[in-house]
């Protein structure tokens, strides 16, 4: 499950309390049968089943890389420890530095240490805090494939923060929008993105449009009351002897690395954005279906 919601919705004192690291004033967190207690009722906040990859990395500063790992894999043979360490070090490109010691680390790579200490040993739960957040693209893709194997792989419960919209699209299956501490919405991606129940959580997950009644084309055959949500993928554009919905004057179009966003104005005035994999010449009004 991913959480999303804006900066200060209370995304990381939920995964907080979730670990064990907050004491709270009303509720309980259980893990299988056994209740997540705070800090005011444990010397050494967090649960023993449960991993929380944060911003706020730590690492052994006195110790090499390697042995980084190593001390994450307590009780394993030295073969499965150099195994594990070794696919870890190459998969966080840090294999050149296993016997670097920490101290001696950019903060960037002892970010990547962090990272392959806490996915050494795959728990119960995995909470992740925007832990990717400060790595390449092509790096996070990587981690992200691991993650999803491994969790599989042990049958492990992933909860996500992110304020990215595309990265919890992709790598969830259900979302949890909150803000100012409640949940808006939680679900299936699918039913969160295309059918949330407020305006204001729908922004959160991407460009949206609202249809209203007066700018269909009375040829149109669609029924709804007074205006339909519809992400910028559901309205398509009409060819042959398709249904039209929308004639759109074009008002700008450009190709944004993945298909071409085309800004557009309704006979009303109402203003679209529409994702194409045509380009749309501007000044030109075209026929529009909507897909709903």
Not at 31 to 52: C, N, S, T, W, Y
Not at 181 to 208: I, S
Request: hydrophobic share 40%; aromatic share 8%.
């Amino acid at each position: 499950m991913a959480i999303v919601g804006k900066s200060g919705s209370g995304k990381t004192t939920l995964l907080k309390c979730i670990y064990g690291l907050e004491d709270l004033s009303t509720g309980e967190v259980h893990l299988d049968e056994e209740r997540v207690l705070g800090p005011a009722f444990q010397l050494i906040p967090g649960h023993d089943d449960m991993k929380l990859v944060s911003q706020d990395f730590y690492v052994l500063e006195n110790h090499t890389v390697e042995e980084n790992i190593f001390d994450k894999l307590i009780g394993y043979t030295d073969e499965a420890k150099h195994k594990r360490s070794s696919r870890l070090l190459h998969l966080l490109e840090l294999h050149y530095l296993k016997d670097t010691r920490a101290k001696n680390l950019s903060s960037g790579q002892k970010q990547r240490v962090a990272i392959a200490r806490a996915l050494a040993v795959m728990p119960k739960v995995l909470l992740l805090d925007e832990p990717f957040s400060n790595l390449d693209k092509l790096l996070t893709e990587k981690l992200f494939s691991f993650v999803l194997k491994e969790v599989k792989k042990g049958k492990t419960a992933v909860i996500l923060i992110t304020h990215l919209a595309e990265e919890a699209l992709k790598y969830a299956d259900s979302l949890c929008v909150i803000d100012d501490g409640k949940m808006l919405q939680a679900g299936e991606k699918w039913e969160v993105y295309y059918r949330p129940k407020k305006t204001k959580l729908a922004g959160l997950l991407g460009d949206f449009n609202h249809v209203k009644k007066e700018d269909l084309e009375k040829r149109s055959k669609l029924n709804f009351k007074s205006k339909l949500f519809l992400r910028p993928d559901k309205i398509k554009l009409s060819s042959g002897s398709a249904t039209v919905d929308l004639l759109l004057h074009i008002l700008h179009c450009s190709f944004n690395g993945k298909c071409f966003e085309i800004l557009a104005e309704s006979k009303n005035g109402s203003t679209f954005i529409i994702y194409s994999g045509k380009k749309a010449e501007p000044d030109k009004v075209l026929p529009f279906y909507l897909e709903i």
